[in-house]
């Protein structure tokens, strides 16, 4: 399965918690906040000041990177 940047923020670190270490390096520090399960993966690099595809990239990097 692969990550999508319309997928909720803890929907994914729940799917995916090897990702953890992904947020934490692009500055989301907020994870446990009540917004991450309300916020999708676009809103949240949005706030962040990040691009969505590159996010999602890395994200999906990670996830090869355990299999």
């Given at each position: 399965m692969k990550i999508?940047?319309?997928?909720m923020?803890?929907?994914?670190i729940k799917k995916f918690p090897n990702t953890v270490?992904?947020?934490f390096?692009?500055?989301f520090?907020?994870?446990g906040c009540a917004m991450s399960a309300h916020e999708s993966l676009e809103d949240g690099?949005?706030?962040?000041?990040?691009?969505?595809?590159?996010?999602?990239?890395?994200?999906?990097?990670?996830?090869e990177e355990k299999e």
């Open positions: 999508t940047k319309d997928m923020i803890a929907e994914v270490e992904v947020f390096e692009n500055g520090h907020c994870l690099c949005s706030v962040h000041g990040l691009d969505v595809d590159e996010f999602v990239s890395k994200l999906n990097a990670k996830l």
